[in-house]
C-alpha cells in the first residue's frame, strides 16, 4: 500500500513564501521521480517540478526561478518550496510518484490528495 500525504498548504499574500510537503509512506518510493503538480481552479492539472531517485531536479520553464523541489532520503519527504508567490499560483498542489523521469501527469502511478495554496490579498 503506496500513500502521499501532502501538508503545508494555506493562504498567503503575494509576494510570500511558502513549503508545502509530502511524505511517502513506501520506502520503495525511493528509487521511484517524486513530482509536485498544480490544479488552478477551472484549469487542468499541470507540471511544477520533480525529483527523480538521483536527485536530478526538474521545474516547469515558467516557475524554476521561484520553485525549488528537494528531497529527504531519510525521511522519505519532499518538500516544495515557492518564492513570490502571486496570485496565479493558487492552486492545489498533489504529490506524484512514478518509476521514470516525466513531465507528464500520466507517467506518476500514485497521488496524494492534494493541499490547497491560496495566494490572495
Known amino acids: 500500500q503506496v500513500q502521499l500525504v501532502e501538508s503545508g498548504g494555506g493562504l498567503v499574500q503575494p509576494g510570500a513564501s511558502l513549503s508545502v510537503s509530502c511524505a511517502a509512506s513506501n520506502r520503495g518510493l525511493n528509487t521511484y521521480t517524486l513530482a509536485w503538480f498544480r490544479q488552478p481552479p477551472g484549469k487542468e492539472r499541470e507540471f511544477v517540478a520533480s525529483i527523480a531517485w538521483s536527485g536530478e531536479t526538474f521545474y516547469a520553464e515558467s516557475m524554476e526561478d521561484r520553485f525549488n523541489i528537494s528531497r529527504d532520503y531519510v525521511k522519505n519527504t519532499i518538500h516544495l518550496r515557492m518564492n513570490s508567490l502571486k496570485p496565479e499560483d493558487t492552486a492545489v498542489y498533489y504529490c506524484?510518484?512514478?518509476?521514470?523521469?516525466?513531465?507528464?501527469?500520466?507517467?506518476?502511478?500514485?497521488w496524494g490528495q492534494g493541499t490547497q495554496v491560496t495566494v490572495s490579498s
Open positions: 506524484a510518484a512514478g518509476p521514470r523521469i516525466s513531465q507528464s501527469k500520466n507517467a506518476y502511478n500514485y
